[in-house]
């Protein structure tokens, strides 16, 4: 069992809110320590966001996630759309040193041609493959993962893990990225993700599973009326 685990958690402004209520979700049922990095872009002074057409501000920033390890031991992305309905340990108990990268392999076509904040959703090879990924950060095949390297290639590159083999990538069980309103509604989820909108969003306040997330924020906001 790995004694710790370090989460980077994509932060957008915009949605500041689904950061906290997934890291609420989190804290509440883990059985190890945690360690929270917010990938907030004021933060991040030694990169530059010099892509095109992103939907969130941590869409080519997640890739950081081994350069703020320092490249030593394993961490965990997430995107912060998601609540997390059982211990993250267990998923940490699934590391693989074998593997570069870990992640749940979809094969999907998106029910949706927009998403939140009336981004386009369009759908291509590895679709949502990089929104949950266990890296192995101390792997020499992400010592090219360096800020630099992340300005530079697009995103066909990035988010279809072009700068590895197959056989460096792992498999996750489904049930860790599960899709609200892409796949069927899956109470037993282990992580549900709001890939279409953030229930925050009014479009997407009511929509499929929301109610987990409703759950976990309220929790996230107990005593402030107190």
Request: charged residues 20%.
């Amino acid at each position: 069992m790995i004694p710790s685990l370090t989460l980077v958690v994509g932060f957008d402004q915009r949605e500041a809110i689904s950061y906290h209520t997934f890291c609420q979700s989190v804290l509440e049922k883990a059985s190890i320590p945690v360690r929270f990095i917010p990938l907030a872009e004021n933060t991040l002074r030694f990169y530059r966001e010099c892509h095109e057409n992103i939907s969130n501000r941590f869409i080519f920033s997640r890739f950081l996630t081994p350069y703020l390890t320092d490249y030593q031991g394993m961490a965990v992305y997430a995107d912060g759309d998601m609540v997390c309905q059982t211990d993250i340990a267990e998923l940490a108990a699934m590391f693989d040193p074998a593997k570069a990268v870990q992640l749940v392999q979809h094969h999907y076509q998106t029910k949706a041609t927009t998403k939140y904040l009336n981004n386009r959703n369009v759908n291509y090879p590895r679709k949502n493959w990089s929104s949950l990924v266990m890296f192995n950060c101390a792997h020499p095949a992400n010592r090219v993962l360096t800020p630099a390297y992340i300005e530079e290639k697009d995103g066909s590159h990035l988010h279809r893990f072009g700068w590895l083999h197959d056989e460096d990538i792992g498999a996750l069980p489904l049930e860790w990225n599960w899709l609200a309103t892409e796949y069927e509604d899956n109470p037993s989820a282990k992580i549900v993700h709001y890939t279409l909108g953030t229930p925050c969003f009014q479009d997407y306040r009511g929509a499929a599973m929301a109610e987990h997330w409703w759950q976990a924020n309220a929790r996230a906001n107990e005593g402030l009326d107190r």
